[in-house]
């Protein structure tokens, strides 16, 4: 928001920051419950997701008002993502006391309003809408902060110490402002692959695969850091989509790791039979 030049720019860099950040909080929660075998009813839900037409800012928001009662029973999963929901009976029990995802569907209200052909036709008109909304964002960033607890990092390198018994992994935090990444260097008691994005809880990094990838945009020449976005069909590819500009980019190798998700196969349509 603070490089977009116009009130229209502003008013459409909220809504992006708004998806993203619900995009991170998902996707963050969806790696840790896989790593932690917990959760499987709501990560078949996100695997039926990526299966059908592909995520939208109301799949992160949805899927987060599920996670209510998992991050309740397993607070070590993921740190601080309890406090920061908001189920129905607390909602009515204080309509005044929203939590994370009630701030975002504040905020994807918006992106259907936009999105439905309501834009802010004039920049004062687009002012006023940021203006409306913005509160609404830095709650809802408020809110995530649990987040600084459990950085993305992207690894670079791995290597044994023979002195100590432990890798010494080298990574970009993602964190930072995208494309110049903070540098860091810390000590793993196993070793993790190159190249992968890995939240950094407090047992140790976890891969955030297939939830998260860093790849090649072909469209912005460089690599771009990506959630999933669909499986394969059979008029496209599984892609996955860049956090920072939406592109999707092909991926067909996403389909055996979203296969291998939790959650059953779906069952057969009447007629046919079953292999």
């Not at 990560?43 to 109301?58: D, I, N």
């Not at 209510?68 to 029973?73: F, G, N, Q, T, W």
Request: include cysteine; charged fraction near 25%; charge should be neutral.
């Amino acid at each position: 928001m603070q490089r977009a030049h116009t009130a229209k720019d502003r008013h459409e860099a909220l809504l992006e920051a708004g998806e993203t950040l619900a995009a991170t909080v998902a996707v963050t929660a969806a790696g840790l419950l896989t790593a932690h075998g917990a959760g499987e009813r709501n990560l078949a839900e996100l695997r039926t997701a990526l299966a059908g037409t592909g995520t939208t800012f109301g799949t992160w928001t949805v899927w987060l008002h599920h996670l209510c009662r998992v991050a309740r029973e397993r607070t070590d999963v993921v740190p601080g993502l309890a406090e920061a929901l908001r189920d129905d009976a607390e909602m009515a029990a204080r309509p005044d006391d929203p939590g994370l995802a009630q701030f975002l569907d504040r905020l994807k209200g918006e992106r259907n309003r936009t999105s439905h052909g309501d834009k802010p036709r004039t920049q004062e008109e687009a002012a006023l809408r940021v203006a409306e909304h913005r509160l609404t964002l830095e709650q809802a960033l408020m809110s995530a902060q649990f987040l600084t607890g459990l950085p993305w990092l992207l690894t670079v390198s791995c290597a044994y110490q023979r002195r100590t018994g432990t890798f010494e992994v080298v990574a970009d935090h993602l964190m930072g402002d995208h494309p110049d990444f903070d540098r860091m260097t810390f000590s793993c008691p196993a070793p993790v692959a190159d190249d992968t994005v890995y939240v950094l809880s407090p047992a140790g990094p976890v891969a955030l695969s297939p939830f998260v990838a860093s790849l090649y945009c072909p469209q912005c020449g460089r690599r771009e850091i990506c959630h999933a976005n669909n499986a394969g069909r059979r008029n496209r590819p599984a892609a996955y989509k860049s956090f920072g500009r939406g592109h999707v980019i092909p991926y067909p190798e996403l389909d055996e790791e979203i296969a291998a998700l939790p959650g059953s196969r779906p069952s057969p349509r009447p007629g046919r039979r079953t292999p």
